[in-house]
């Protein structure tokens, strides 16, 4: 059994990275998004985020339909059951995220599920894909972990104990999915167009949160500037950066892909102090420095 740093060629891992650093760096922009959707209307998180799932669906399919040619539906049998399971966490992803925030706020469901997600890929990678962390790897790991917990910071909100611990539970449950999504696309990606498992997975998500969106009443009267606010989550964001993620793992293991997508807080960050007025203490500053080392370690060992 080899170490994820000898799975693939040094140019095509570093190619791949370079498409999941740009996908996080894209996820980053939908903090300050989102914020300012809910400054325009009261939108609720679960609708959003069906919303971003309806609008990127049909989208990707009719793009992809596009580019590669009638085939773009065909899946090999053995590789439903993938991609299917793909669109569950998509789907399991937003519900559990969602419902951990008013039990722990935004900061600790944050910290727990980005930091848990390497984590348990790392386990997971170990047991189904056979990719074993070198030194070099878990120390970067290690120290991506704890970059992101220093920046993101925060506390849990006060509370019973019974609500912090389903929150909790809730945000490794959000961990989990985005885990779960990451082994089935490295599983699938070496085979399809990267358009192909995620317009199928995402398709999928949409119909599984549609039910729990609707039954919640789900707010449609946005202003024009909150409808594309919405288009560009579900086009940037959601779509495009979710197509360089999955062509990036085609050749990037399962978990550096996880520690690399540690920089989507880096960037939310950024955009919060440079377009919302948030300001970052000196722990914060801290955290984005050790993050940033970490991920350099990881372009230098790949």
Same mark, same amino acid.
């Given at each position: 059994?080899?170490?994820?740093? +000898?799975?693939?060629?040094? !140019?095509?891992?570093?190619?791949?990275?370079?498409?999941?650093?740009?996908?996080?760096?894209?996820?980053?922009?939908?903090?300050?998004?989102?914020?300012?959707?809910?400054?325009?209307?009261?939108?609720?998180?679960? /609708?959003?985020?069906?919303?971003?799932?309806?609008?990127?669906?049909?989208?990707?399919?009719?793009?992809?339909?596009?580019?590669?040619?009638?085939?773009?539906?065909?899946?090999? =049998?053995?590789?439903?059951? @993938?991609?299917?399971?793909?669109?569950?966490?998509?789907?399991?992803? +937003?519900?559990?995220?969602?419902?951990?925030?008013?039990?722990?706020?935004?900061?600790?469901?944050?910290?727990?599920?980005?930091?848990?997600?390497?984590?348990?890929?790392?386990? &997971?990678? =170990?047991?189904?894909?056979?990719?074993?962390?070198?030194?070099?790897?878990? &120390? *970067?790991? !290690?120290?991506?972990?704890? /970059?992101? !917990?220093?920046? @993101?910071?925060?506390?849990? +909100?006060?509370?019973? #104990?019974?609500?912090?611990?389903? /929150?909790?539970?809730?945000?490794?449950? *959000?961990?989990?999915?985005?885990?779960?999504?990451?082994?089935?696309?490295?599983?699938?990606?070496? =085979?399809?167009?990267?358009? +192909?498992?995620?317009?199928?997975?995402?398709?999928? /998500?949409?119909?599984?949160?549609?039910?729990?969106?609707?039954?919640?009443?789900?707010?449609?009267?946005?202003? %024009? #500037?909150?409808? $594309?606010?919405?288009?560009?989550?579900?086009?940037?964001?959601?779509?495009?950066?979710?197509?360089?993620?999955?062509?990036?793992?085609?050749?990037?293991?399962?978990?550096?892909?996880?520690?690399?997508?540690?920089?989507? %807080?880096?960037?939310?960050?950024?955009?919060?102090?440079?377009?919302?007025?948030?300001?970052? $203490?000196?722990?914060?500053?801290?955290?984005?420095?050790?993050?940033?080392?970490?991920?350099?370690?990881?372009?230098?060992?790949?």
């Amino acid at each position: 059994m080899t170490t994820i740093e +000898q799975i693939a060629p040094t !140019g095509d891992t570093r190619s791949g990275m370079a498409q999941i650093t740009m996908a996080a760096l894209i996820w980053g922009t939908i903090g300050v998004a989102v914020s300012l959707l809910y400054r325009l209307a009261p939108a609720d998180p679960l /609708g959003v985020g069906f919303l971003r799932l309806l609008i990127s669906a049909p989208t990707l399919l009719v793009v992809g339909r596009a580019l590669v040619g009638p085939g773009f539906l065909q899946v090999r =049998r053995a590789d439903l059951g @993938v991609i299917a399971l793909m669109g569950v966490a998509f789907a399991s992803y +937003q519900v559990c995220y969602f419902a951990a925030i008013p039990r722990l706020g935004v900061a600790a469901a944050v910290m727990i599920n980005i930091c848990s997600a390497p984590v348990i890929t790392a386990l &997971l990678a =170990r047991v189904f894909l056979g990719e074993r962390m070198g030194r070099a790897s878990l &120390l *970067a790991m !290690g120290g991506a972990v704890v /970059g992101t !917990g220093l920046l @993101v910071g925060g506390v849990p +909100q006060t509370g019973d #104990v019974t609500t912090l611990l389903s /929150g909790a539970a809730l945000a490794l449950g *959000a961990g989990l999915s985005y885990s779960v999504v990451t082994m089935t696309g490295r599983a699938v990606a070496p =085979r399809y167009h990267p358009l +192909q498992p995620i317009a199928l997975a995402f398709s999928l /998500g949409a119909l599984l949160l549609a039910p729990l969106a609707l039954s919640g009443g789900l707010y449609l009267a946005y202003p %024009p #500037v909150g409808w $594309a606010l919405l288009l560009y989550l579900g086009l940037v964001p959601t779509a495009a950066a979710y197509v360089l993620y999955l062509r990036g793992l085609s050749t990037t293991p399962a978990t550096v892909s996880t520690i690399l997508a540690l920089l989507e %807080p880096l960037g939310s960050t950024i955009l919060a102090v440079l377009f919302l007025g948030e300001r970052l $203490a000196p722990l914060g500053i801290a955290g984005a420095a050790i993050l940033l080392t970490s991920m350099g370690l990881l372009y230098a060992r790949s």
